[in-house]
Protein backbone atom coordinates (compact mmCIF):
# COMPACT_ATOMS: atom_id res chain seq x y z
CA UNK A 1 0.00 0.00 0.00
CA UNK A 2 1.57 3.03 -0.50
CA UNK A 3 -0.20 5.06 1.56
CA UNK A 4 -0.30 9.24 1.48
CA UNK A 5 -3.31 11.32 0.50
CA UNK A 6 -4.97 9.07 -1.68
CA UNK A 7 -5.61 6.22 0.90
CA UNK A 8 -6.62 8.28 3.52
CA UNK A 9 -9.17 9.75 0.61
CA UNK A 10 -10.25 6.05 0.28
CA UNK A 11 -10.39 5.65 3.83
CA UNK A 12 -12.89 8.12 4.32
CA UNK A 13 -14.62 6.88 1.21
CA UNK A 14 -15.18 3.64 2.50
CA UNK A 15 -16.27 5.33 5.81
CA UNK A 16 -19.54 7.12 3.85
CA UNK A 17 -19.99 4.44 2.18
CA UNK A 18 -20.55 1.30 4.61
CA UNK A 19 -22.25 4.41 6.92
CA UNK A 20 -24.92 4.79 3.73
CA UNK A 21 -24.65 1.31 2.66
CA UNK A 22 -25.60 -0.20 6.11
CA UNK A 23 -29.06 1.29 7.12
CA UNK A 24 -29.98 0.91 2.87
CA UNK A 25 -29.22 -2.80 3.30
CA UNK A 26 -31.69 -3.52 6.31
CA UNK A 27 -34.30 -1.34 4.37
CA UNK A 28 -33.99 -4.02 1.67
CA UNK A 29 -34.24 -6.99 3.80
CA UNK A 30 -36.95 -5.55 5.65
CA UNK A 31 -38.32 -4.71 2.34
CA UNK A 32 -38.23 -8.20 0.85
CA UNK A 33 -39.49 -9.48 3.88
CA UNK A 34 -42.54 -7.38 3.64
CA UNK A 35 -42.92 -8.87 0.26
CA UNK A 36 -42.93 -12.16 1.23
CA UNK A 37 -45.46 -11.97 4.15
CA UNK A 38 -47.97 -10.43 1.53
CA UNK A 39 -48.32 -6.86 2.37
CA UNK A 40 -47.27 -3.50 0.58
CA UNK A 41 -43.53 -3.81 1.74
CA UNK A 42 -42.14 -0.50 3.77
CA UNK A 43 -39.81 1.70 1.57
CA UNK A 44 -36.18 0.67 1.47
CA UNK A 45 -34.96 4.50 2.91
CA UNK A 46 -37.73 4.01 5.94
CA UNK A 47 -34.99 3.19 8.24
CA UNK A 48 -32.96 6.51 7.52
CA UNK A 49 -36.21 8.22 7.80
CA UNK A 50 -36.38 6.42 11.19
CA UNK A 51 -32.61 7.27 11.88
CA UNK A 52 -33.30 11.59 11.20
CA UNK A 53 -36.05 11.35 13.74
CA UNK A 54 -34.23 9.59 16.54
CA UNK A 55 -31.27 12.33 16.28
CA UNK A 56 -33.76 15.35 16.58
CA UNK A 57 -35.49 13.67 19.33
CA UNK A 58 -34.81 14.31 23.50
CA UNK A 59 -32.19 11.80 24.64
CA UNK A 60 -33.15 10.81 27.89
CA UNK A 61 -30.54 9.51 30.65
CA UNK A 62 -32.57 7.04 33.09
CA UNK A 63 -31.54 7.95 36.52
CA UNK A 64 -29.41 5.30 38.43
CA UNK A 65 -27.16 4.60 35.14
CA UNK A 66 -23.69 5.77 35.05
CA UNK A 67 -21.09 7.13 32.61
CA UNK A 68 -20.87 3.61 31.01
CA UNK A 69 -24.71 3.95 29.77
CA UNK A 70 -24.00 6.74 27.74
CA UNK A 71 -20.47 6.20 26.61
CA UNK A 72 -21.68 2.58 25.29
CA UNK A 73 -23.32 4.13 21.95
CA UNK A 74 -20.12 6.25 20.76
CA UNK A 75 -18.24 3.11 21.22
CA UNK A 76 -20.32 0.87 19.45
CA UNK A 77 -20.71 2.94 16.64
CA UNK A 78 -16.65 3.67 16.41
CA UNK A 79 -15.83 0.52 16.80
CA UNK A 80 -18.15 -0.52 13.54
CA UNK A 81 -16.74 2.70 11.92
CA UNK A 82 -12.92 1.55 12.47
CA UNK A 83 -13.84 -2.35 11.87
CA UNK A 84 -15.02 -0.82 7.84
CA UNK A 85 -11.54 0.04 7.66
CA UNK A 86 -10.38 -3.50 7.51
CA UNK A 87 -12.77 -5.12 5.39
CA UNK A 88 -12.46 -5.31 1.48
CA UNK A 89 -15.24 -3.57 0.48
CA UNK A 90 -14.41 -2.35 -3.28
CA UNK A 91 -10.62 -3.52 -3.96
CA UNK A 92 -8.33 -6.18 -2.30
CA UNK A 93 -6.06 -2.89 -1.88
CA UNK A 94 -7.98 -0.89 0.21
CA UNK A 95 -6.58 1.83 2.35
CA UNK A 96 -7.39 -0.23 5.56
CA UNK A 97 -4.69 -2.80 4.80
CA UNK A 98 -1.40 -1.25 6.82
CA UNK A 99 -3.57 -0.79 9.89
CA UNK A 100 -4.99 -4.61 10.99
CA UNK A 101 -5.68 -7.75 10.45
CA UNK A 102 -8.91 -10.44 10.77
CA UNK A 103 -8.14 -10.54 14.38
CA UNK A 104 -8.34 -7.09 15.72
CA UNK A 105 -11.84 -7.45 13.79
CA UNK A 106 -12.46 -9.92 15.96
CA UNK A 107 -11.71 -8.09 18.93
CA UNK A 108 -13.28 -4.81 17.54
CA UNK A 109 -16.87 -6.68 17.28
CA UNK A 110 -16.03 -8.23 21.26
CA UNK A 111 -14.98 -4.64 22.29
CA UNK A 112 -18.30 -3.49 20.86
CA UNK A 113 -20.19 -6.40 22.41
CA UNK A 114 -18.42 -6.30 25.64
CA UNK A 115 -19.37 -2.56 26.48
CA UNK A 116 -23.50 -2.95 24.82
CA UNK A 117 -23.48 -5.81 27.50
CA UNK A 118 -22.08 -3.80 29.95
CA UNK A 119 -24.47 -0.73 29.07
CA UNK A 120 -27.56 -2.91 29.63
CA UNK A 121 -26.30 -4.07 33.06
CA UNK A 122 -26.21 -0.86 33.89
CA UNK A 123 -29.43 0.40 33.74
CA UNK A 124 -30.46 -2.09 36.31
CA UNK A 125 -33.52 -3.38 34.87
CA UNK A 126 -34.18 -7.22 34.79
CA UNK A 127 -34.63 -7.60 30.98
CA UNK A 128 -31.56 -5.42 30.40
CA UNK A 129 -29.30 -7.69 32.02
CA UNK A 130 -31.33 -10.81 30.60
CA UNK A 131 -30.34 -9.40 27.22
CA UNK A 132 -26.54 -8.50 28.03
CA UNK A 133 -26.21 -12.14 29.73
CA UNK A 134 -27.95 -13.79 26.47
CA UNK A 135 -25.72 -11.97 23.94
CA UNK A 136 -22.55 -13.21 25.78
CA UNK A 137 -23.86 -16.27 25.83
CA UNK A 138 -24.32 -16.09 21.94
CA UNK A 139 -21.08 -14.12 21.49
CA UNK A 140 -18.69 -16.73 23.57
CA UNK A 141 -20.07 -19.70 21.35
CA UNK A 142 -19.62 -17.84 18.14
CA UNK A 143 -16.34 -16.24 18.90
CA UNK A 144 -14.36 -20.00 18.19
CA UNK A 145 -16.06 -20.48 15.08
CA UNK A 146 -15.30 -17.26 13.76
CA UNK A 147 -11.60 -17.31 14.55
CA UNK A 148 -11.61 -20.98 13.00
CA UNK A 149 -12.82 -19.67 9.80
CA UNK A 150 -10.49 -17.18 9.93
CA UNK A 151 -7.38 -19.43 10.10
CA UNK A 152 -8.68 -21.75 7.87
CA UNK A 153 -8.72 -18.92 5.21
CA UNK A 154 -5.54 -18.20 6.65
CA UNK A 155 -4.08 -21.72 5.87
CA UNK A 156 -4.98 -20.72 1.81
CA UNK A 157 -3.47 -17.23 1.48
CA UNK A 158 -0.99 -17.42 4.63
CA UNK A 159 -2.01 -14.07 6.06
CA UNK A 160 -4.41 -12.81 8.35
CA UNK A 161 -4.96 -9.58 6.35
CA UNK A 162 -8.30 -9.45 5.11
CA UNK A 163 -7.58 -7.93 1.55
CA UNK A 164 -4.73 -10.61 0.87
CA UNK A 165 -6.82 -13.21 1.44
CA UNK A 166 -9.67 -12.43 -1.21
CA UNK A 167 -6.88 -11.87 -3.15
CA UNK A 168 -5.39 -14.72 -3.12
CA UNK A 169 -9.19 -16.87 -3.41
CA UNK A 170 -9.96 -14.43 -6.48
CA UNK A 171 -6.95 -15.55 -8.38
CA UNK A 172 -7.12 -18.84 -7.27
CA UNK A 173 -9.74 -21.23 -9.26
CA UNK A 174 -13.31 -20.41 -10.43
CA UNK A 175 -14.13 -23.90 -8.13
CA UNK A 176 -14.36 -23.21 -4.79
CA UNK A 177 -12.04 -25.22 -2.48
CA UNK A 178 -13.47 -28.03 0.03
CA UNK A 179 -12.33 -25.57 3.13
CA UNK A 180 -13.52 -22.72 2.10
CA UNK A 181 -17.09 -24.26 1.45
CA UNK A 182 -17.40 -25.94 4.84
CA UNK A 183 -16.17 -22.53 6.05
CA UNK A 184 -18.77 -20.71 3.72
CA UNK A 185 -21.35 -22.49 5.34
CA UNK A 186 -20.05 -21.96 9.28
CA UNK A 187 -19.75 -18.35 8.29
CA UNK A 188 -23.45 -18.19 7.50
CA UNK A 189 -24.43 -19.43 10.91
CA UNK A 190 -22.08 -17.25 12.72
CA UNK A 191 -23.63 -14.02 10.49
CA UNK A 192 -27.08 -14.99 11.79
CA UNK A 193 -25.97 -15.65 15.45
CA UNK A 194 -23.56 -12.61 15.69
CA UNK A 195 -26.57 -9.98 14.00
CA UNK A 196 -29.36 -11.34 16.05
CA UNK A 197 -31.43 -12.72 13.18
CA UNK A 198 -33.88 -15.61 12.90
CA UNK A 199 -33.72 -18.61 14.00
CA UNK A 200 -31.55 -16.80 17.01
CA UNK A 201 -33.01 -13.61 17.71
CA UNK A 202 -36.09 -11.88 16.27
CA UNK A 203 -34.98 -8.61 14.79
CA UNK A 204 -38.81 -7.65 14.40
CA UNK A 205 -39.52 -8.91 18.16
CA UNK A 206 -41.88 -6.79 20.71
CA UNK A 207 -42.05 -9.95 23.64
CA UNK A 208 -38.92 -8.90 25.51
CA UNK A 209 -38.76 -12.42 27.13
CA UNK A 210 -37.89 -13.52 23.68
CA UNK A 211 -35.55 -10.47 22.82
CA UNK A 212 -31.38 -10.99 23.01
CA UNK A 213 -30.37 -7.54 21.08
CA UNK A 214 -33.36 -5.89 21.31
CA UNK A 215 -33.28 -6.12 25.56
CA UNK A 216 -30.16 -4.37 25.46
CA UNK A 217 -31.85 -1.27 23.60
CA UNK A 218 -34.85 -0.84 25.88
CA UNK A 219 -33.31 2.45 27.58
CA UNK A 220 -31.88 3.95 24.74
CA UNK A 221 -33.23 6.98 23.57
CA UNK A 222 -33.03 9.47 20.94
CA UNK A 223 -29.36 10.10 19.57
CA UNK A 224 -28.43 6.94 21.44
CA UNK A 225 -30.32 4.74 20.20
CA UNK A 226 -30.11 5.71 16.74
CA UNK A 227 -26.10 5.27 17.40
CA UNK A 228 -26.60 2.13 18.54
CA UNK A 229 -29.23 1.13 15.55
CA UNK A 230 -26.86 2.46 13.32
CA UNK A 231 -24.03 0.41 14.31
CA UNK A 232 -25.83 -2.69 14.42
CA UNK A 233 -27.10 -2.47 10.63
CA UNK A 234 -23.15 -1.69 9.74
CA UNK A 235 -21.98 -4.52 11.84
CA UNK A 236 -24.36 -6.89 9.75
CA UNK A 237 -23.62 -4.70 6.72
CA UNK A 238 -19.87 -6.04 7.64
CA UNK A 239 -20.03 -9.64 8.04
CA UNK A 240 -22.02 -9.45 4.49
CA UNK A 241 -18.61 -7.71 3.53
CA UNK A 242 -16.36 -10.07 4.82
CA UNK A 243 -18.22 -13.19 4.09
CA UNK A 244 -18.36 -11.77 0.36
CA UNK A 245 -14.42 -10.62 0.58
CA UNK A 246 -13.57 -13.95 1.70
CA UNK A 247 -15.89 -16.55 -0.13
CA UNK A 248 -17.11 -14.86 -2.72
CA UNK A 249 -14.58 -11.77 -3.85
CA UNK A 250 -14.62 -12.47 -7.47
CA UNK A 251 -15.70 -8.98 -9.02
CA UNK A 252 -13.24 -6.74 -6.49
CA UNK A 253 -10.78 -4.60 -7.99
CA UNK A 254 -7.16 -5.70 -7.48
CA UNK A 255 -5.62 -2.78 -8.94
CA UNK A 256 -5.78 1.17 -7.86
CA UNK A 257 -7.32 2.99 -10.57
CA UNK A 258 -11.31 4.14 -10.58
CA UNK A 259 -12.40 2.25 -13.49
CA UNK A 260 -12.10 -0.99 -11.75
CA UNK A 261 -13.21 0.26 -8.47
CA UNK A 262 -16.28 1.82 -10.26
CA UNK A 263 -16.82 -1.70 -11.98
CA UNK A 264 -16.23 -3.22 -8.09
CA UNK A 265 -18.68 -1.09 -6.70
CA UNK A 266 -21.48 -2.42 -9.08
CA UNK A 267 -20.45 -6.00 -8.71
CA UNK A 268 -20.57 -5.07 -4.97
CA UNK A 269 -24.31 -3.63 -5.34
CA UNK A 270 -25.20 -6.80 -7.31
CA UNK A 271 -23.82 -9.01 -4.70
CA UNK A 272 -25.61 -7.02 -1.63
CA UNK A 273 -29.08 -7.51 -3.44
CA UNK A 274 -28.56 -11.02 -3.49
CA UNK A 275 -27.49 -11.66 -0.06
CA UNK A 276 -30.08 -9.35 1.41
CA UNK A 277 -33.23 -10.92 -0.31
CA UNK A 278 -31.41 -14.23 0.45
CA UNK A 279 -31.17 -13.29 4.37
CA UNK A 280 -35.09 -12.29 4.05
CA UNK A 281 -36.02 -15.76 2.38
CA UNK A 282 -34.26 -17.23 5.04
CA UNK A 283 -35.84 -15.33 7.78
CA UNK A 284 -39.46 -15.98 6.27
CA UNK A 285 -38.90 -19.97 6.05
CA UNK A 286 -37.41 -20.59 9.38
CA UNK A 287 -38.46 -20.19 12.50
CA UNK A 288 -37.18 -18.90 15.95
CA UNK A 289 -34.84 -21.28 17.73
CA UNK A 290 -35.54 -21.10 21.28
CA UNK A 291 -32.77 -19.92 23.62
CA UNK A 292 -31.79 -23.40 24.60
CA UNK A 293 -31.13 -24.92 21.59
CA UNK A 294 -28.86 -21.52 20.44
CA UNK A 295 -25.88 -23.49 21.68
CA UNK A 296 -26.59 -26.44 19.78
CA UNK A 297 -26.64 -24.16 16.75
CA UNK A 298 -23.18 -21.96 17.48
CA UNK A 299 -21.49 -25.87 17.93
CA UNK A 300 -22.72 -27.17 14.14
CA UNK A 301 -21.21 -23.60 13.02
CA UNK A 302 -17.95 -24.66 14.98
CA UNK A 303 -18.31 -28.39 13.73
CA UNK A 304 -18.65 -27.00 10.25
CA UNK A 305 -15.26 -24.61 11.01
CA UNK A 306 -13.68 -27.58 12.44
CA UNK A 307 -14.31 -29.68 8.74
CA UNK A 308 -13.25 -26.70 6.67
CA UNK A 309 -9.94 -26.67 8.84
CA UNK A 310 -9.18 -30.50 8.29
CA UNK A 311 -10.30 -30.51 5.05
CA UNK A 312 -7.50 -28.29 4.12
CA UNK A 313 -4.82 -30.70 5.30
CA UNK A 314 -6.64 -33.96 4.45
CA UNK A 315 -7.46 -32.75 0.61
CA UNK A 316 -5.68 -29.71 -0.41
CA UNK A 317 -2.36 -29.93 0.84
CA UNK B 1 -41.02 -25.18 3.07
CA UNK B 2 -42.13 -25.41 -0.71
CA UNK B 3 -45.61 -25.19 0.53
CA UNK B 4 -44.66 -21.82 2.28
CA UNK B 5 -43.29 -20.31 -0.76
CA UNK B 6 -46.15 -21.70 -2.60
CA UNK B 7 -48.52 -20.12 -0.71
CA UNK B 8 -46.66 -16.88 -0.30
CA UNK B 9 -46.46 -16.74 -4.16
CA UNK B 10 -50.23 -17.62 -4.71
CA UNK B 11 -51.39 -15.20 -2.08
CA UNK B 12 -50.11 -12.41 -3.33
CA UNK B 13 -49.98 -8.45 -1.69
CA UNK B 14 -53.08 -8.43 0.48
CA UNK B 15 -52.85 -4.76 1.95
CA UNK B 16 -55.88 -3.16 1.03
CA UNK B 17 -55.89 0.80 -0.26
CA UNK B 18 -55.16 3.36 2.75
CA UNK B 19 -58.97 3.99 4.41
CA UNK B 20 -60.67 7.58 4.24
CA UNK B 21 -58.40 9.47 5.60
CA UNK B 22 -59.06 11.07 9.68
CA UNK B 23 -59.89 14.53 10.07
CA UNK B 24 -57.12 17.25 10.67
CA UNK B 25 -55.90 16.99 14.05
CA UNK B 26 -57.12 19.98 16.16
CA UNK B 27 -53.60 20.67 17.72
CA UNK B 28 -51.14 20.39 14.86
CA UNK B 29 -48.31 17.36 16.42
CA UNK B 30 -44.90 17.95 14.78
CA UNK B 31 -43.75 14.69 15.26
CA UNK B 32 -40.92 13.51 12.27
CA UNK B 33 -42.54 12.61 9.25
CA UNK B 34 -42.98 9.16 7.84
CA UNK B 35 -41.49 7.41 10.86
CA UNK B 36 -43.67 7.15 14.08
CA UNK B 37 -42.84 4.47 16.58
CA UNK B 38 -45.89 3.47 19.02
CA UNK B 39 -45.90 2.33 22.77
CA UNK B 40 -49.26 0.66 23.34
CA UNK B 41 -49.95 0.78 27.02
CA UNK B 42 -52.73 -0.97 28.35
CA UNK B 43 -53.97 0.56 31.22
CA UNK B 44 -56.77 -1.75 31.68
CA UNK B 45 -58.53 -2.63 29.25
CA UNK B 46 -60.84 -5.32 27.88
CA UNK B 47 -58.89 -6.54 25.55
CA UNK B 48 -60.92 -6.18 22.84
CA UNK B 49 -58.60 -2.75 21.37
CA UNK B 50 -55.96 -5.08 21.80
CA UNK B 51 -57.44 -7.58 19.45
CA UNK B 52 -58.22 -5.34 16.77
CA UNK B 53 -54.46 -3.91 17.33
CA UNK B 54 -53.48 -7.29 16.33
CA UNK B 55 -55.82 -6.96 13.45
CA UNK B 56 -54.30 -3.84 12.63
CA UNK B 57 -50.46 -5.52 12.50
CA UNK B 58 -51.75 -7.85 9.90
CA UNK B 59 -50.67 -7.78 5.71
CA UNK B 60 -54.20 -6.32 5.26
CA UNK B 61 -53.47 -2.79 6.49
CA UNK B 62 -49.75 -3.35 7.14
CA UNK B 63 -48.87 0.14 9.15
CA UNK B 64 -45.30 -0.59 8.43
CA UNK B 65 -45.68 0.48 5.20
CA UNK B 66 -46.58 4.05 6.12
CA UNK B 67 -43.17 3.73 8.51
CA UNK B 68 -45.38 3.52 11.51
CA UNK B 69 -43.99 0.34 13.70
CA UNK B 70 -45.26 -0.45 17.18
CA UNK B 71 -42.21 -0.60 19.59
CA UNK B 72 -41.13 -2.55 22.98
CA UNK B 73 -40.21 0.27 24.68
CA UNK B 74 -41.60 4.09 26.16
CA UNK B 75 -37.85 5.34 25.04
CA UNK B 76 -38.42 3.87 21.73
CA UNK B 77 -41.84 5.70 21.08
CA UNK B 78 -42.78 8.94 19.60
CA UNK B 79 -46.40 8.13 20.56
CA UNK B 80 -48.41 6.08 23.51
CA UNK B 81 -51.12 4.48 22.64
CA UNK B 82 -53.15 4.02 25.43
CA UNK B 83 -56.19 1.79 25.51
CA UNK B 84 -58.65 0.84 28.82
CA UNK B 85 -60.38 3.23 31.45
CA UNK B 86 -57.17 4.50 33.71
CA UNK B 87 -57.33 1.69 37.07
CA UNK B 88 -56.29 3.00 39.76
CA UNK B 89 -53.13 0.22 39.72
CA UNK B 90 -52.15 1.53 36.60
CA UNK B 91 -52.66 5.17 37.19
CA UNK B 92 -49.47 5.67 38.20
CA UNK B 93 -47.57 3.20 35.68
CA UNK B 94 -49.01 5.40 33.22
CA UNK B 95 -47.78 8.28 34.42
CA UNK B 96 -43.84 6.90 34.73
CA UNK B 97 -44.42 5.41 30.75
CA UNK B 98 -45.31 8.81 29.76
CA UNK B 99 -42.30 10.49 31.52
CA UNK B 100 -40.22 7.82 30.42
CA UNK B 101 -40.76 8.84 26.68
CA UNK B 102 -38.52 11.24 24.99
CA UNK B 103 -40.22 14.51 23.40
CA UNK B 104 -41.65 15.61 21.24
CA UNK B 105 -44.15 12.46 22.17
CA UNK B 106 -47.56 12.47 21.48
CA UNK B 107 -50.68 10.48 24.09
CA UNK B 108 -53.37 9.11 22.16
CA UNK B 109 -56.74 7.51 23.39
CA UNK B 110 -57.92 4.95 21.80
CA UNK B 111 -61.33 3.62 22.63
CA UNK B 112 -64.20 5.00 24.16
CA UNK B 113 -63.11 3.58 27.59
CA UNK B 114 -59.69 5.54 27.00
CA UNK B 115 -61.87 8.76 26.01
CA UNK B 116 -64.04 8.71 28.75
CA UNK B 117 -64.06 5.93 30.73
CA UNK B 118 -66.32 4.43 28.66
CA UNK B 119 -69.16 1.32 30.45
CA UNK B 120 -66.80 1.39 33.28
CA UNK B 121 -67.33 5.61 34.03
CA UNK B 122 -67.75 5.95 37.92
CA UNK B 123 -65.95 2.31 38.72
CA UNK B 124 -65.05 2.14 42.10
CA UNK B 125 -61.64 0.74 40.60
CA UNK B 126 -61.14 3.31 37.67
CA UNK B 127 -59.59 6.72 37.76
CA UNK B 128 -61.71 7.73 34.82
CA UNK B 129 -60.59 8.00 31.35
CA UNK B 130 -56.57 9.04 30.41
CA UNK B 131 -57.76 12.95 30.03
CA UNK B 132 -58.11 12.66 34.02
CA UNK B 133 -54.55 11.16 34.19
CA UNK B 134 -52.11 13.36 31.56
CA UNK B 135 -52.64 15.45 28.86
CA UNK B 136 -53.84 14.13 25.64
CA UNK B 137 -53.05 14.81 22.38
CA UNK B 138 -55.47 13.01 20.10
CA UNK B 139 -58.54 11.14 20.32
CA UNK B 140 -59.22 7.36 18.73
CA UNK B 141 -63.40 7.15 19.29
CA UNK B 142 -64.91 3.19 19.19
CA UNK B 143 -66.16 0.44 21.00
CA UNK B 144 -63.92 -1.16 20.07
CA UNK B 145 -62.37 1.61 16.90
CA UNK B 146 -62.20 -1.15 13.79
CA UNK B 147 -58.44 -1.16 12.50
CA UNK B 148 -59.20 1.11 9.42
CA UNK B 149 -59.87 4.03 11.42
CA UNK B 150 -57.09 3.41 14.17
CA UNK B 151 -54.52 3.27 10.79
CA UNK B 152 -56.21 6.18 9.44
CA UNK B 153 -55.47 8.06 12.55
CA UNK B 154 -51.98 6.98 12.78
CA UNK B 155 -51.25 8.05 9.07
CA UNK B 156 -52.72 11.57 10.34
CA UNK B 157 -50.28 11.89 12.76
CA UNK B 158 -46.92 9.86 10.77
CA UNK B 159 -47.75 12.11 7.40
CA UNK B 160 -49.16 15.48 8.95
CA UNK B 161 -49.94 16.30 5.33
CA UNK B 162 -52.64 14.32 2.93
CA UNK B 163 -50.85 11.15 1.95
CA UNK B 164 -50.66 11.25 -1.81
Same mark, same amino acid.
Given at each position: ??? @?? #???????????????? #???? &?????WVRGVLSNRKPPSVIQPFRDLFKLFRKETIRPSG????? @?? =??????????? =??????????????? =?????????????????????????? @??PFGGMGGRREMMVGFLAEPATILVLFTTYLLSHSTMTGVTSEVVREGSVLPTPSLVFGALAYFLILLGENSRIPIDNPATHLELTMIHEAMLLEYSGRNLAL? /????????????????????????? #??? #???????????????? &?? =???????? /????????????? /????????????????????EV | MHKILLKIFRTGNLTEPLPVPAPPLEK???????? $???????????????????????????????????????????? $?LVTGPVTLAMKEALKATAGATPNPRAIIAMGDCAINGGVFRGSYAVAGGVAEVIAVDGQIPGCPPAPGQILAFLERLALPEPHP
Open positions: MSG @GA #GSVLGSFFQIVLVGVL #GPLL &VGWVNTSALF @GL =APYVVFSAMVV =ASLLIPVVSTVSGGR =AMGDAIVLVGLFALARVFMALAAMDT @GTM /EWGSSIKLLLYLLLGISFFLPWGMS #GSP #GWQGDLLALAALGGKL &VV =AGAALALF /ETLMAKLRIFRVP /EFMTLAFLLAILGFLSHFIL | PCSLARGS $LSIRHVDAGSCNACELELHALNQSIYSPETLGIRFVASPRHADA $L
